[in-house]
């Protein structure tokens, strides 16, 4: 949770994972209705040998969320997203990180192919980064594609408090977009789970919650006990309500402003917990990419939704022939009535207008068969895996193979292997699968072959009842978890770990560091 309070009335909320404070932060002048720090040059700089070096503080900000909502965050380089870094293909990288928070963290490049080393997992490929300490990695930019990063340290707590940002490799062979504007989903909430019961839920109202500032810390507690049945993700359910868009809420979500004719990408990342749906209204598009890997010659639909879970990326271009103000929703698919809100599409000369969001479609794309089918290069399969995603209680603890993390299921491949895991959702919740160090296709679903493009991924939405295949080639050795994006989920048991066999990590993890690479 996000310690968030309202500057008018200064209602103090405290972080459900790191507890609460007597303090009230109150906005300083330069702060209310608008957000001190200004977004980084995203070129980092160039050292002689050629690398692009960016450096990363990680550091607590007073973020505002729109005029009158600020949040305590935790950020990178003070902006929520943190800075964008755009590379370009071929390109050598440099991250320097230096840890400015009272707790240890650690930075992963979610969906980039990295040397294990560079993976940013505390316990699994490097011990995590202690208060006042740097951690440098690098990189070698040769899989064009959108992509994020974000902690993987005690992640239900760190990047729901901001620890988040896009990683874009530009291809050398593509032509500039007069548009092309990354699209983070996030949510906040403006309540403490952790200070709340059940019985204390009943019949409050978000909209009416005046009484929050006078609770005392531990005068409420969230237990099996009090919770009168509610799940943890229940819970949560009830507790997020506000939805943002790099990182700014409502009113304060930055307009894209285009011209007709224009070419436009929009990158859409979900840095959040829950499943988005977005639909873009009386405008035809195309799906180019799914988690940065190309669709093969992808058609052009109009009046049709997309879902994208915790961690997908879906780029879109879309072809600007309808002038007026239109607003993209986007709306949380289990919890639309909190959680909803529009991103401002308005041509020149249409500014100051109503936003129009045109008719809503009860179609959704399917990546199944979206796209033009191609035949993919895979060999035999040497290795084959189940993945039977579970939970013991109904939605507080989360399993694989009926195994909790740390005492966590393990499939062992070996470097050529070509690997087969059939993952089955026997939940109520959606699950956004993430295999680190390697994309994998998906051949099929619910038994039946992918009939579009091939669909080639590293965060897969595997949703109630749902099978799917997908294989991918070992040709990345190290340990490598495979988990649950919904980072309540993982932290809840639900990860495994690919590990290659032979394979001797570089780093020994360090007793008296606090590793919780969940």
């Known amino acids: 949770m996000k310690k968030t309070f309202l500057c ?10 790191i507890g609460c404070s007597n303090e009230v932060l109150e906005p300083s002048e330069e702060q209310q209705g608008s957000n001190e720090n200004v977004e980084p040059d995203q070129g980092g700089q160039l050292t002689e040998d050629g690398t692009k070096v960016f450096d990363l503080n990680v550091t607590e900000t007073e973020w505002m969320l729109d ?16 800075q964008e870094i755009r590379v370009e293909e071929g390109d050598t990288v440099r991250l320097n990180v230096e840890n400015e928070l009272e707790v240890p963290t650690a930075v992963h490049l979610h969906g980039f192919p990295v040397p294990n080393e560079m993976d940013g997992v505390p316990g699994v490929t490097q011990n995590a980064i202690m208060p006042g300490e740097e951690f440098t990695y690098d990189y070698q ?34 032509d500039a977009f007069d548009v092309d504007e990354a699209i983070v989903i996030d949510e906040f909430s403006s309540m403490d789970m952790g200070e709340m019961n059940h019985g204390d839920m009943d019949g409050m109202e ?25 799940s943890h993700t229940e819970m949560m359910n009830q507790m997020y309500n506000t939805l943002v868009i790099n990182g700014q809420a409502d009113t304060q979500i930055e307009t894209i402003e285009v011209k007709e004719g224009d070419t436009a990408k929009l990158r859409f990342v979900n840095a959040g917990l829950f499943t988005q749906v977005v639909s873009i209204p009386e405008h035809s598009f195309r799906v180019t990419h799914y988690d940065g890997q190309a669709v093969n010659e992808p058609s052009e639909i109009s009046e049709t939704k997309f879902r994208i879970a915790p961690a997908e990326r879906y780029d879109i271009e879309i072809d600007l022939d309808n002038p007026g103000a239109w607003g993209i929703q986007v709306f949380a698919e289990e919890n639309q009535e909190r959680l909803n809100t529009l991103i401002p599409l308005v041509y020149d000369g249409n500014e100051g207008q109503d936003l129009q969001t045109g008719d809503s479609s009860s179609s959704f794309l399917d ?78 679903k619910n038994g039946e072959p992918i009939q579009g493009s091939p669909v080639l991924k590293d965060t897969l939405n595997v949703r109630p009842d749902e099978t799917y295949e997908i294989v991918f080639e070992a040709n990345n050795p190290g340990n490598w978890m495979f988990h649950c994006h919904e980072f309540h989920h993982a932290e809840g048991g639900m990860i495994a770990e690919v590990q290659y066999m032979g394979f001797e990590p570089s780093f020994t993890p360090d007793p008296d560091i606090p590793n919780k690479p969940e």
């Open 8 to 17: 008018s009335g200064i209602i103090l909320l405290s972080s459900v994972m």
């Open 67 to 82: 005029d009158e909502m600020m949040t305590d965050a935790w950020t990178y380089n003070g902006t929520i997203p943190g």
């Open 141 to 174: 930019a040769d899989v064009p594609g959108t992509y994020w990063y974000h902690s993987h340290q005690d992640g239900a707590t760190q990047v729901d408090k901001g620890l988040y940002g896009v990683f874009i490799v530009e291809p050398e062979d593509e």
């Open 206 to 230: 978000h909209e009416n919650m005046s009484g929050m500032d006078e609770m005392e810390h531990g005068e409420m507690t969230m237990s099996d006990e009090n919770m009168d049945g509610m």
């Open 367 to 444: 990546i199944t068969t979206y796209g033009e089918a191609k035949d993919i290069d895979l060999d035999d399969i040497t290795k084959e895996f189940d993945m039977l995603l579970g939970t013991d209680d109904g939605g507080d603890t989360f399993t694989v193979n009926g195994k909790q993390f740390p005492d966590h299921e393990i499939y062992e491949v070996e470097e050529g292997d070509v690997v087969k895991v059939t993952i089955e959702n026997d939940t109520d919740f959606d699950h956004p699968m993430h295999l680190h160090g390697e994309f994998f296709n998906v051949i099929s």
